[in-house]
């Protein structure tokens, strides 16, 4: 029986970084937010909170903090996965012990496996993992793309539970969710693409504009589930220029400063990311407005 971690939005959530390291304090803040504004889940130092460049001392802090914080109110879900099988498997048991509820596995990057390669690597990581895992496909990223063939073999691991989706291909998509049917959890890892994906048997989305827009983006789903599909079409669109501001940059660029702006961080990144560019930041402010965001 499929094990279902979450339904409905989960944020991907940025990591509050100083010059000294990572802002604890306003990290708190921002999950404490997160969750009384109703997001069903948070993703802990994915690719949104920047953990290619936190160094491992951080990466497990950051997630074991977000674990402490959130108490059990909605599922932690932490970023371990790398394109070294091994230290992915060390931040896997780590995130296992401090109580994590689930784990994202981005797709090995740059080494650009074949689909033997992904599978196997998604194996082991999975067989290390006492809780539940969760594929990432993000190929625009990582250089490698997992097809809807070796999800269906994946599928078939007792710890092996969903994919977040970021192909941008809804053909793919499309072909991904005949192949798998219930079998894992189908989550969108574009935010412009929430509503079609749920239509073709999402569970939800994991996502960058609920940094901003838990509430909405949390309601854009459970509207569509509860079969309110107008609605949720409604919000879809009515986002989408706020939702192509936010990655007019490559992410989380943008999603920095739009935290930031609301308070809840610094505009700080590690290089080689750096501040959005001041014309972007502009129209992202003031799509910010519109929303009453700022």
């Known amino acids: 029986m499929k094990n279902t971690v979450f339904t409905g939005a989960a944020t991907a959530i940025v990591t509050p970084l100083t010059k000294d390291g990572i802002d604890y304090e306003q990290f708190g803040r921002l999950i404490e937010w997160q969750i009384s504004e109703g997001i069903a889940a948070i993703v802990a130092v994915g690719t949104t909170g920047e953990g290619s460049t936190l160094t491992d001392e951080e990466h497990k802090e950051a997630i074991k903090f977000c674990v402490e914080k959130a108490a059990g109110r909605v599922p932690v879900i932490a970023g371990t996965g790398s394109n070294d099988t091994a230290y992915a498997i060390e931040l896997t048991k780590f995130s296992c012990e401090v109580g994590a509820d689930a784990m994202l596995l981005v797709t090995p990057y740059y080494n650009k496996a074949t689909q033997k390669g ?23 990223r990582t250089g490698c793309n997992l097809l809807p063939e070796s999800v269906l073999i994946l599928a078939e691991h007792p710890n092996i ?32 693409q929430i509503v079609p994906i749920l239509s073709l048997g999402g569970s939800g989305v994991i996502s960058v504009l609920s940094n901003i827009m838990p509430a909405a983006t949390q309601k854009m789903c459970t509207d569509y589930i509860s079969g309110n599909v107008e609605a949720a079409r409604k919000a879809q669109l009515e986002l989408l220029p706020l939702i192509n501001s936010l990655f007019c ?38 799509l910010m407005k519109e929303q009453n965001l700022i």
């Open 118 to 140: 992904l599978i196997e690597s998604f194996k082991a990581i999975a067989d290390a993992s006492t809780k539940p895992c969760i594929l990432y496909n993000v190929p625009s």
């Open 161 to 192: 539970v969903g994919i977040k989706e970021a192909c941008g291909d809804i053909s793919q998509v499309a072909k991904l969710c005949a192949l798998v049917g219930d079998k894992i959890d189908v989550y969108s890892g574009n935010d412009d």
């Open 249 to 286: 940059e490559v992410n989380p660029i943008p999603v920095k400063a739009a935290v930031a702006a609301m308070g809840y961080c610094e505009n700080c990144l590690r290089l080689p990311l750096t501040p959005m560019e001041p014309e972007h930041e502009e129209k992202l402010l003031a």
